[in-house]
């Protein structure tokens, strides 16, 4: 390596080092804060049960005011022995929220054997106010929390250095996810890469060589953590010296397996003639799950289109006087297993929108096979307003009630889109489309192709009735922000 070369590498080492200083010291605020929340919200909890009882049985024993008194710590220890402050699980959304639940479980759990065998004289109808008092206030105070992260990482503060171990391609992949999806917290500050080749302009980060010099490359950035992408080079031994090299210093390692995409809940791990075999079920995509799935698809449908009624009146009379046009837009997509429906939008276009698209092919900005344009003439001044609140979309509600859609699903592509599929792209014909997914919290329009296709994907391979009310409260901060929407 040339004295140039290492003049350079040291000045991005140095730059990543000074982006990401301070990680213990905001960490620790955090945990701190988090403890605060806790006890405060146990507190609080503690009190509404004390007054409950007080308007009920006309006084609180000392006994009671005792308890109200001890639940804060009480419910703290709780969410501490359920992991709610180990640092992995800090800003992950669910997984905290799952931490407090457990906490609540645990502690009712706690609770119940210590009265029976202590034969305490606990009113059922206190505790009852108590921990749930308790669990609502802090996944409340945990969701603030996690914004208030989130908005600090989107200008660069709280973020965990990551070194990224692996070839080039699956590197560069890491860090545009992690770029875009900023609030995870990992910022990738330099990498070792196995083979031939640099990341150099692509990503914007610094290469410490190949598999042999992680070490030497968590040292130099002072890095949390090593991402080890898939990789044939990089076998058992090797991980496991890697594995050693790291205890030393405490950091983190996360191992990436070859098989991607895939959610937790779907793998497990099975031991075989001592060898850990990663273990992989199959997807959902039918049976009890999916008729619960159907059934609560048309019933949320069939209520929003009673509810909305009103405001459909309302878009649709501005249409009609905008421009004197149609007031919906008919399209034919492409529904599970191959089968056509037309799809019904508010018009936010023009009347011959689609007798103008061939002169604006040269212009085209989606990539792939979208069609997208973020300045579109053909979108009328109402339509602009109309698919930045995502109200063009409502109508699809119609569709749902009618089975050709879901609420929760892939993009619904066109004809012409499903021509041009592979094989690997026609499994997310294997699940009905959606009004929203993951595609439309994860950025929208402003996805590239390929990504939108990954996470269709993804959705299709993990589907879980969770996961579809994960999406549909995120689709309501992804329509509140706008991102994406043109």
Not at 233 to 247: H, Q, T, V
Request: aromatic fraction near 8%; proline fraction near 4%; glycine fraction near 12%.
């Amino acid at each position: 390596m040339t004295g140039q070369a290492l003049a350079a590498r040291s000045h991005e080492a140095s730059r990543a080092r000074l982006a990401g200083s301070g990680n213990a010291a905001w960490l620790r605020t955090y945990l701190w804060r988090a403890a605060i929340a806790d006890c405060g919200c146990g507190l609080a909890a503690g009190a509404l049960a004390a007054v409950v009882r007080l308007e009920v049985r006309g006084g609180v024993s000392l006994g009671y005011l005792a308890f109200t008194c001890a639940l804060p710590a009480l419910w703290g220890g709780a969410v501490a022995l359920a992991g709610g402050y180990e640092p992995r699980f800090i800003g992950a959304g669910s997984d905290e929220y799952r931490r407090v639940l457990n906490a609540a479980v645990s502690l009712l759990a706690g609770l119940s054997i210590i009265a029976y065998f202590a034969n305490l004289s606990l009113a059922r109808a206190y505790v009852m106010v108590a921990l749930p008092s308790a669990t609502v206030l802090d996944l409340g105070a945990r969701y603030c929390l996690r914004k208030r992260l989130h908005r600090e990482r989107g200008r660069g503060e709280c973020m965990n250095k990551v070194v990224a171990v692996g070839h080039v391609s699956a590197v560069a992949d890491l860090v545009a996810t992690l770029r875009r999806d900023y609030y995870h917290g990992l910022a990738v500050v330099g990498a070792c890469v196995a083979g031939k080749g640099g990341l150099g302009a692509i990503t914007g980060i610094p290469v410490f060589g190949g598999l042999d010099t992680v070490a030497e490359a968590v040292r130099d950035l002072d890095a949390d953590t090593v991402a080890v992408l898939a990789c044939p080079e990089m076998d058992g031994i090797r991980l496991r010296e890697l594995a050693w090299e790291l205890e030393e210093t405490g950091t983190g390692l996360c191992v990436a397996p070859a098989l991607m995409d895939v959610a937790g809940p779907r793998t497990s791990i099975r031991h075989v003639a001592g060898l850990p075999l990663l273990h992989m079920d199959h997807p959902v995509l039918d049976g009890g799950k999916q008729i619960i799935k159907s059934v609560f698809d048309k019933v949320v449908a069939g209520v929003a289109l009673l509810v909305l009624a009103p405001a459909f009146g309302i878009v649709a009379l501005a249409i009609r006087l905008n421009d004197g046009g149609p007031v919906f837009f008919w399209q034919t997509r492409v529904g599970k297993d191959g089968h056509t429906f037309r799809l019904c939008k508010f018009r936010t276009m023009v009347v011959d929108a689609e007798e103008r698209r061939p002169q604006l092919t040269a212009l085209n900005e989606g990539g792939g096979m979208l069609f997208k344009l973020h300045r579109d003439p053909r979108v009328t001044r109402l339509g602009a307003w109309l698919r930045r609140w995502s109200v063009d979309e409502s109508p699809q509600f119609y569709n749902v009630l009618k089975g050709d859609m879901s609420l929760v699903g892939p993009r619904p592509a066109m004809p012409q889109e499903v021509a041009r599929y592979g094989n690997h792209m026609r499994r997310r014909l294997a699940v009905k489309p959606g009004i929203t997914g993951l595609w439309q919290v994860s950025g929208r329009s402003d996805l590239p192709w390929t990504d939108a296709l990954r996470l269709d994907l993804r959705y299709v391979e993990n589907w879980s009735f969770a996961l579809d009310l994960q999406i549909i409260w995120k689709t309501w901060s992804a329509v509140i922000r706008g991102s994406g929407a043109y």
